[in-house]
């Protein structure tokens, strides 16, 4: 497709549909009074010609012409699925598990250390 195309990334919240996903984008921006940031999203409808794109991915869409009363846009891309985002999730919970008992292995190292009476106290 044409680089000019406009492309979202959204959450895939529906799937039930044939060959069509409803993709969820969330977009943070500035009031313009308050100066706070507020959390806009909307659905909109996307083109999944293979029916391949799971519930939860995240995709990228890619605007096109309009293809029925609704759908205006085409998943150009995976981007994450619902699977690689939980195994990164465990590894990364391993990891943290890792450096716990690193530093407990450490510290019971140094433990003994810490037993024997300091200077002052055998006197």
Same mark, same amino acid.
């Given at each position: $497709?044409?680089? *000019?195309?406009?492309?979202? /990334?959204?959450?895939?919240?529906?799937?039930? #549909?044939?060959? /069509?996903? /409803?993709?969820?984008?969330?977009?943070?921006? #500035? @009031?313009?009074?308050?100066?706070?940031?507020?959390?806009?999203?909307?659905?909109?409808?996307? @083109? %999944?010609? +293979? *029916?391949?794109?799971?519930?939860?991915?995240?995709?990228?869409?890619? &605007?096109?012409?309009?293809? +029925?009363?609704?759908?205006?846009?085409?998943?150009?891309?995976?981007?994450? /699925?619902?699977? %690689? $985002?939980?195994?990164?999730?465990?590894?990364?919970? @391993? =990891?943290?598990?890792?450096?716990?008992? =690193? =530093?407990?292995? &450490?510290?019971?190292? =140094?433990?003994?250390?810490? %037993? $024997?009476?300091?200077?002052?106290?055998?006197?």
């Amino acid at each position: $497709m044409p680089n *000019n195309r406009r492309r979202l /990334t959204g959450r895939v919240v529906s799937d039930k #549909m044939d060959k /069509t996903v /409803t993709v969820l984008i969330e977009r943070r921006k #500035m @009031h313009r009074v308050y100066k706070k940031v507020v959390a806009t999203s909307r659905k909109v409808k996307a @083109h %999944d010609e +293979s *029916n391949e794109v799971p519930l939860g991915a995240i995709v990228r869409l890619v &605007e096109s012409r309009p293809l +029925s009363k609704s759908k205006r846009w085409v998943v150009e891309e995976i981007l994450d /699925t619902p699977a %690689d $985002m939980e195994r990164r999730k465990l590894e990364a919970r @391993h =990891a943290a598990q890792d450096v716990r008992s =690193a =530093a407990a292995e &450490e510290t019971e190292d =140094a433990a003994p250390a810490e %037993d $024997m009476p300091s200077e002052e106290e055998a006197e």
